[in-house]
């Protein structure tokens, strides 16, 4: 019975012991063993005797210091950051230690933001975003993660999360011109085409000679319906940059809006002698072409544009009403019935495709072909009720 009292009393004892409140004193001893453990890297060890001190004086900057140290060693950022936050935010700690914590913030930006590269190079975004929400957290005065945080949103498709991301870069440093250009992009992707606009506009006046800027400030101005300056714009970029192709298509673009299809022809040339195969580039020279009544060669390049995108109705609409004037009304009727299977709600389609059926009606009247004639007209009849049918109904 004795000895069972013993015991009972030794358990109490125990559980008291446990129970006791650590001083400033068994701090003190554990920040020792702390300072011995790190000199030996021991930093599991050294971390258990940290808490312990921060348990016995929470006030204890050093002892915050040393762990946002240790946690930085244990890849454990999110604790490192809080224990440094902690310190910083204190009078002693700011003046002691922030010389020696910057080094380490600065470290954990540096290789979340290279990450974070290599994953948007990757096209692994989600993992981008990841790495750049950490760096962001570690130093949120960067404009560069702000930047990276923008393109990842927009390539996952969340267009405003990437506007967001680059209007805070435009706002941690508005001396950056890029800044400017990537929220103009983005802009355009959202096609709010006037704040685009604004941007390029902001971006060509950081760097006046930067031609690429120029060049998208002359797209968002021709989609505003600014054709003038966007002219202008375009001038100004081919007079910095006379042979880089986006340049000359851009003002070549923009010369065959303003009409003059002969300045139009020539630049687009240039860029057809060195991309044959940029369609977009075909279907304005042969715009140009057309308008300029070189009816042959408009014909060649609206075909190879066609064939190397057959989805491309404007270019089977333009040669379909080609083939009409040159009296090739089979070869016509067959392009524009490309035209409405593309897009069945084209009104001036239909129209077209109606009016070609009528001139083959005719000249197979003239000729007598009676029945072929009847059936032509049948299909001028049918595609003009259709044409009709949508412009009621407010068809484009």
């Known amino acids: 019975m004795l000895a069972l009292l013993l015991l009972a009393s030794l358990g109490t004892v125990q559980a008291y012991a446990a129970k006791k409140k650590i001083t400033k004193g068994d701090a003190k001893i554990a920040k020792r ?11 599991d060890k050294a971390l258990a005797q940290l808490l312990v001190v921060i348990e016995g004086d929470p006030e204890d900057v050093q002892a915050h210091f040393m762990l946002g140290e240790i946690y930085s060693e244990k890849n ?59 760096a962001i957290a570690l130093a949120p005065g960067k404009p560069m993660s702000y930047q990276a945080l923008g393109v990842a949103y927009l390539n996952m498709g969340q267009a405003q999360a990437g506007i967001d991301a680059y209007e805070k870069a435009v706002e941690l440093d508005s001396t950056e011109a890029s800044s400017f250009v990537n929220l103009g992009r983005a802009y355009m992707n959202m096609k709010n085409y006037d704040e685009a606009t604004q941007c390029f506009a902001r971006a060509h006046r950081l760097a006046p000679d930067n031609a690429g800027f120029l060049n998208d400030l002359a797209r968002a101005q021709q989609f505003t319906g600014d054709t003038a300056a966007a002219l202008e714009s375009a001038e100004k970029a081919l007079a910095i940059e006379p042979d880089n192709l986006d340049v000359l298509m851009m003002a070549g673009q923009m010369q065959l809006l303003g009409g003059d299809y002969e300045q139009a022809a020539g630049l687009l040339e240039r860029v057809a002698a060195q991309k044959p195969e940029d369609v977009d580039n075909l279907f304005n020279l042969a715009e140009c072409y057309r308008n300029l009544g070189r009816v042959d060669e408009a014909v060649n390049l609206f075909l190879k544009s066609v064939q190397a995108n057959p989805q491309d109705a404007d270019a089977w609409f333009r040669l379909g009403r080609i083939y009409e004037k040159q009296g090739r009304l089979t070869e016509s009727i067959e392009a524009l019935k490309m035209v409405v299977s593309l897009r069945p709600t084209s009104v001036k389609g239909w129209q077209a495709l109606s009016r070609s059926w009528a001139l083959l009606s005719k000249e197979q009247s003239d000729a007598g072909m009676d029945d072929a004639a009847s059936a032509s007209a049948k299909s001028a009849e049918e595609a003009y009720n259709m044409s009709t049918s949508l412009q009621e109904q407010g068809g484009g």
């Open 76 to 134: 454990m950022q999110d604790e490192m950051r809080k224990e440094f936050e902690w310190v910083l935010a204190t009078k002693k700690g700011k003046k002691k230690y922030a010389k020696k914590i910057q080094p380490y913030l600065d470290m954990w930006w540096s290789r979340n933001y290279n990450n974070a590269v290599r994953a948007i190079g990757a096209e692994d975004y989600g993992a981008a975003i990841e790495s750049l929400q950490k």
């Open 33 to 43: 063993s702390a300072h011995l453990y790190i000199s030996q890297r021991l930093f």
